[in-house]
């Protein structure tokens, strides 16, 4: 499905759906490597796999400019292969985002962080924010094939993804549930 939006959107310029595509099964080659050694697909800690992912998307990715990323999670927050999967590539497609458009200048100090916390009730909050220029106008951002794409795996996670204004760059929160109805046993 991904392949098939990508096409669509970027029919011109295949370098682009591959580095798309690389981010993508990166992080899913991540979480199938935990969780195979681990044989646990009910509790898969998000501080470390999260850690491991800015460490291999920099890697993967062909990063223009330096950016730091900072990742704070609650340290006991556990989460299922159903709920860790859509949550990853909302990540993803927010920091791909953030590392295409929101640093066009090369000499500050540029930085994406991540905050993962328990809010109770079984529900998780995560605010990824940037540093950078910001978004002129947001309702052309969500016209957006990556916007698209967050909206659908945000509807899939059962949660709930809105914009944070701040005074500089640009911030999104998601509130999500920690547990799904239906879980692999």
């Known amino acids: 499905s991904f392949l098939n939006l990508e096409k669509r959107a970027y029919k011109n310029n295949p370098d682009l759906i591959i580095e798309h595509m690389q981010t993508r099964l990166n992080s899913l080659a991540l979480l199938h490597e935990k969780t195979y050694n681990s044989q646990d697909f009910k509790n898969i800690n998000l501080k470390d796999y999260l850690i491991d992912h800015d460490r291999k998307t920099r890697g993967v990715v062909d990063f223009p400019k330096k950016i730091e990323f900072e990742t704070y999670v609650d340290e006991d927050l556990e989460l299922s292969l159903e709920v860790i999967t859509p949550l990853l590539l909302i990540i993803d497609e927010i920091t791909m985002n953030a590392v295409k458009h929101a640093f066009p200048d090369t000499s500050s100090s540029n930085k994406i962080t991540k905050e993962i916390r328990n809010i109770g009730n079984n529900t998780a909050e995560l605010i990824i ?46 509130t999500f549930p920690t547990q799904m109805e239906h879980t692999i046993e």
Do not use: F, P, R, W
């Open 129 to 174: 924010k940037d540093n950078g220029v910001g978004i002129g106008d947001s309702n052309n951002i969500s016209k957006n094939l990556g916007c698209e794409i967050i909206k659908s795996l945000t509807k899939q996670l059962g949660g709930n993804i809105e914009m944070v204004k701040q005074e500089k760059g640009t911030a999104y929160k998601l």
